[in-house]
C-alpha cells in the first residue's frame, strides 16, 4: 500500500529527471557553461550543445562567477592556462587584420574615430600619418598619428588576472581587437594607465563615460570585476 501511495511521487521525479536530461548544457559565446534550471540558461540563445557538465568544461568552457567547479570537473588544460603567466602573445601576435585589406585594427581605430579624413603614408593606404583626434581621456585634439596610441579600455592583462585565462586564444585574440574595446588617445595617458583598472586609474576627464565603458567590456566578456 505504502508503494502505491509513492508511485505517483516517483513517477514524477522520474519524469522530471528525464526532462532535465533532455536539456544540454549550454556554453555561451563568452564560454560560460550554463546548467538547466539556472539564472542565464533560458537567456542564452546562442550556445554550443554538451550533453555534460564536464564535458563543456573540457572544451575550454567555465561556470558562471556565481558558482563553483569541483575539482572532479576541473580539465587539465584549464589548470594549466590558470598557472601559467601573462603575456601579449595569449592575446594574438600585435594588432589584427581580419579582412586582410593591409589595414590592421590599429589603423581601422585611426579612421574611424579620426573626426577629419585621415591622410595616409602612401597610395596603398595601408598606413594612417595625420587625421584628428579627440582624446577620450584628456579631450586633447590630436593630429599626428604616432603620437596617438590605441589603448584597451579593460587592459589586455586586467583581463587575463580578471578571467581571461580561462579563455581559448581565439577568443583572447578578439577580445583585443574588439573596436567596442579600443579608443585613440595620447600616449603619455596610455602608458600612465598601464594594465590598471578604474580602481587604480581614472582619466583627467570624462571619468563617468570612461567607467561606464569599462564596465560595459566587463559585462559582454563576463569579466570578474
Not at 533560458?42 to 562567477?65: H, V
Not at 590592421?104 to 593606404?125: F, W
Not at 588576472?161 to 595620447?186: C, M, Y
Amino acid at each position: 500500500m505504502l508503494f502505491l501511495k509513492l508511485l505517483p511521487i516517483i513517477f514524477f521525479f522520474c519524469a522530471s529527471q528525464l526532462v532535465l536530461a533532455d536539456e544540454p548544457i549550454k556554453k555561451s559565446k563568452s564560454l560560460i557553461c550554463h546548467q538547466p534550471n539556472t539564472e542565464f540558461y533560458s537567456r542564452t540563445k546562442n550556445f554550443t550543445a554538451f550533453d555534460t557538465l564536464q564535458e563543456c568544461i573540457s572544451s575550454g568552457g567555465r561556470l558562471p562567477k556565481s558558482q563553483t567547479a569541483s575539482s572532479a570537473v576541473k580539465p587539465q588544460k584549464s589548470m594549466k592556462e590558470n598557472n601559467s603567466k601573462y603575456s601579449r602573445g595569449q592575446f594574438g601576435h600585435g594588432w589584427d587584420d581580419v579582412d586582410r585589406d593591409c589595414q590592421n585594427t590599429r589603423q581601422e581605430i585611426l579612421i574611424s574615430m579620426s573626426t577629419n579624413r585621415v591622410q595616409y603614408s602612401d597610395d596603398k593606404e595601408c598606413r594612417v600619418i595625420s587625421g584628428r583626434w579627440i582624446s577620450m581621456y584628456s579631450g586633447k585634439v590630436l593630429f599626428d598619428a604616432s603620437k596617438v596610441d590605441i589603448d584597451h579600455i579593460v587592459p589586455l592583462k586586467w583581463a587575463w588576472d580578471h578571467g581571461a585565462r580561462f579563455w581559448d586564444k581565439q577568443t583572447r585574440q578578439k577580445f583585443a581587437n574588439d573596436p567596442i574595446n579600443l579608443v585613440a588617445v595620447e600616449a603619455s595617458l596610455n602608458r600612465s594607465k598601464g594594465a590598471k583598472g578604474p580602481n587604480e586609474w581614472l582619466p583627467p576627464k570624462n571619468v563617468e563615460q570612461y567607467k561606464l565603458r569599462f564596465k560595459r567590456i566587463v559585462l559582454k566578456y563576463d569579466l570578474n570585476d
